[in-house]
């Protein structure tokens, strides 16, 4: 595997693979890898000649009071992980070099990016479409892997790419669970023992609004009303948001139909987490 830190070698590796019409299948990350980067790994492997893997901790989508510095990085055990699953390049380029002194363009979607997580994390959608426009361009990707975990990240990312006209298939993967059901992310790692168990409740939550919903519950406020009950339960926990929305919308909606996107954020002590689900009705 080699690791590329400029973008200039980065383009010159693209340029080569684009003469021989190597397909190009890429997974962007912040690093800190768990078994759901993995699994786009193992994806963008199955799906493209060669597998990228890009790992950024991008400074534009943090605020100014969240954990930017603090944000879990470890190159070397990101770096082992990732030749191990036999990953063509790990592109891990510096602040300075994604972002020069002068640097001021930035992509928005206000119609997208202001809700759910946007409300709580103003401007983190500007950072993150500026990002991942910019490494599309380096990287030029045929087709671009991201969990169904980041759902509002998702949706905004395709429609990037629509209005924009870019040359990438974007693939969402389903969201990869610990064995009690907590969906992995690199910020469990803050989470203390206690924390960890009471962070079950966003998963369970979900599960609770799945029963109701395949017992026939469309009723958008009564299943959110269940969801809130049983979070609101949980000492640890503090609700940000509960919503059902509309899945290219993001406007909610009050009856439950099919891909209904059910999505919440929960502190769990100071660690804020996300989870969802995309509901699929019984026939």
């Known amino acids: 595997m080699k690791i590329i830190a400029a973008i200039s070698e980065m383009r010159t590796v693209v340029r080569e693979w684009a003469s021989r019409d190597v397909s190009i299948g890429f997974v962007p990350t912040m690093g800190f890898l768990h078994a759901g980067h993995i699994s786009l790994v193992r994806a963008a492997k199955k799906n493209a000649d060669v597998a990228v893997v890009s ?8 605020g100014p009071k969240e954990d930017f ?11 082992a992980m990732l030749e191990g699953e036999g990953v063509d390049v790990l592109f891990h380029p510096s602040a300075e070099e994604m972002y020069p002194a002068d640097f001021a363009t930035f992509v928005e979607i206000p119609e997208l990016q202001n809700k759910l997580c946007g409300r ?30 980041d759902a509002q990240q998702a949706i905004i990312l395709r429609t990037m790419a629509r209005d924009l006209n870019l040359d990438v298939r974007i693939e969402v993967l389903p969201i990869v669970r610990e064995a009690d059901g907590l969906a992995m992310s690199s910020r469990n790692l803050y989470l203390s023992a206690d924390e960890k168990r009471a962070a079950l409740v966003l998963s369970g939550s979900l599960g609770v609004a799945k029963s109701l919903i395949d017992g026939g519950e469309r009723n958008a406020g009564n299943v959110l009303a269940a969801v809130r009950r049983m979070i609101s339960g949980e000492p640890l926990a503090r609700i940000d948001y509960i919503e059902a929305v509309a899945p290219e919308s993001l406007d909610p909606v009050r009856e439950i139909a099919e891909g209904t996107l059910i999505a919440l954020a929960v502190f769990i002590g100071k660690t804020r987490l996300i989870d969802n689900l995309i509901v699929q009705l019984e026939s």
Not at 55 to 62: A, D, Y
């Open 120 to 149: 709580s994390r103003p401007g983190h959608f500007r950072g993150v479409c500026t990002v991942v426009l910019k490494l599309f361009e380096i990287v030029r990707p045929d087709i671009a892997f991201f969990g169904q975990k």
């Open 69 to 79: 510095k603090t944000y879990p990085r470890d190159l070397g055990r990101d770096a």
């Open 55 to 62: 790992l950024f901790v991008n400074p534009t989508q943090f």
